[in-house]
């Protein structure tokens, strides 16, 4: 009968813990989206009609595209997260905002790594579910890809983002390329590949 007291309050303790660590304490809309703002939307904006290499940070629901497995943002897990490096110029990634730009500062840094350790939530957006479809390609093997001018480049495939193809160049760089820009075979690899 004791024993049975004991376990049952150890559970009740361990439950009442595991509810405990509670709400986020980054607000993508307080904390994160003026970061974004502030550094990122000259080049990185639908407001401002630039979309560089695909990413825009002003429209939260194309945002979520970037969350996800194999995407620039992995929710709770930083080691995956392409976004800080990118930041900070770490990891051989082109530094964003680029040179000449005012990079962001250690505590916005600290900001978008808390945000992304506590789930990357945005306004909106299911990410329990967005992790759950974004699919990942089991094999990247560099592949050939050429566009309607007959400019050629060699990249991973990384996943399709509705009419876009995620490629991965060899440096490193992620672009969202438009599938009607690719020559008919690229179109015809990206959508064998998205099958797989
Ligand atoms: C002055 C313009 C400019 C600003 C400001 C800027 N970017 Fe970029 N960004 C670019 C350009 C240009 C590219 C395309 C890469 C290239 O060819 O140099 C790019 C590419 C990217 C990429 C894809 C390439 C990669 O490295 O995987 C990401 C992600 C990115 N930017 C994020 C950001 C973020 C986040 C910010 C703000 C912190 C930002 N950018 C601010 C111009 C800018």
């Given at each position: 009968?004791?024993?049975?007291?004991?376990?049952l309050?150890?559970?009740?303790?361990?439950?009442?813990?595991?509810?405990?660590?509670?709400?986020p304490?980054?607000?993508?809309?307080?904390?994160?989206?003026?970061?974004?703002?502030?550094?990122?939307?000259?080049?990185?904006?639908?407001?401002?009609?630039?979309?560089?290499?695909?990413?825009?940070?002003?429209?939260?629901?194309?945002?979520?595209?970037?969350?996800?497995?194999?995407?620039i943002?992995?929710?709770?897990?930083l080691?995956?997260?392409?976004?800080?490096?990118?930041?900070?110029?770490?990891?051989?990634?082109?530094?964003?905002?680029?040179?000449?730009?005012?990079?962001?500062?250690?505590?916005e840094?600290?900001?978008?790594?808390?945000?992304?350790?506590?789930?990357?939530?945005?306004?909106?957006?299911?990410i329990a579910?967005?992790?759950?479809?974004t699919?990942?390609?089991?094999?990247?093997?560099?592949?050939?890809?050429?566009?309607?001018?007959?400019?050629?480049?060699?990249?991973?495939?990384?996943?399709?983002?509705?009419?876009?193809?995620?490629?991965?160049?060899?440096?490193?760089?992620?672009?969202?390329?438009?599938?009607?820009?690719?020559?008919?075979a690229?179109?015809?690899?990206?959508?064998?590949?998205?099958?797989?």
């Amino acid at each position: 009968m004791i024993r049975a007291f004991i376990a049952l309050t150890f559970i009740a303790a361990a439950t009442l813990h595991a509810q405990l660590p509670g709400s986020p304490t980054i607000d993508f809309k307080k904390h994160v989206q003026p970061i974004f703002a502030k550094h990122c939307y000259d080049c990185h904006s639908v407001g401002k009609k630039k979309e560089k290499a695909g990413f825009v940070f002003d429209d939260v629901k194309r945002l979520a595209n970037d969350v996800g497995p194999g995407r620039i943002i992995v929710p709770k897990d930083l080691e995956q997260s392409d976004l800080i490096p990118i930041v900070m110029g770490a990891n051989g990634k082109k530094m964003m905002p680029p040179e000449g730009k005012d990079p962001l500062s250690s505590k916005e840094i600290e900001t978008l790594k808390t945000w992304i350790e506590e789930g990357a939530n945005l306004p909106g957006i299911d990410i329990a579910a967005k992790m759950a479809a974004t699919k990942r390609p089991k094999v990247k093997t560099p592949m050939n890809w050429t566009n309607k001018e007959g400019k050629a480049i060699k990249a991973t495939f990384e996943g399709m983002e509705g009419e876009f193809v995620l490629l991965r160049t060899e440096n490193g760089q992620l672009y969202k390329y438009p599938l009607s820009n690719l020559n008919m075979a690229g179109q015809f690899q990206a959508k064998m590949q998205a099958e797989q």
